[in-house]
């Protein structure tokens, strides 16, 4: 006789997943919370969870995977960086250059 562990066994991972959508759904105010700090903070799902007071950290994994599909989260992060760096002065060529930067000092001839 031979023991086997069946610690963290999901015997049917469709059904689980089905279950806690059912549980604690994502309102459209929630999703629109996550892709914005998604954007400011990626993959930080720690950091992210914090901004969504109904949701876990494991909420927040489980939501990014399912939704990674039609998501497109390189895109949000490139867009926030480029406007980040857009307010700066910084401005950015389609090949990710810098092309130049606005300086708020005076430089005496």
């Not at 023991?3 to 806690?20: F, H, I, K, M, T």
């Not at 995977?65 to 700066?88: D, E, H, I, P």
Request: net charge positive; hydrophobic share 35%.
């Amino acid at each position: 006789m031979s023991w086997r562990s069946r610690n963290g066994l999901v015997e049917d991972p469709r059904a689980q997943d089905q279950y806690r959508k059912l549980i604690n759904p994502w309102s459209d105010q929630e999703k629109a919370v996550f892709r914005k700090k998604f954007s400011k903070f990626p993959k930080n799902f720690v950091k992210i969870a914090t901004f969504l007071p109904n949701k876990s950290v494991g909420d927040c994994v489980a939501y990014y995977y399912s939704s990674k599909t039609f998501v497109n989260y390189k895109a949000l992060v490139k867009k926030y960086r480029q406007s980040l760096l857009s307010r700066k002065g910084i401005d950015i060529t389609a090949q990710g250059h810098v092309e130049g930067i606005r300086s708020s000092r005076i430089d005496a001839p």
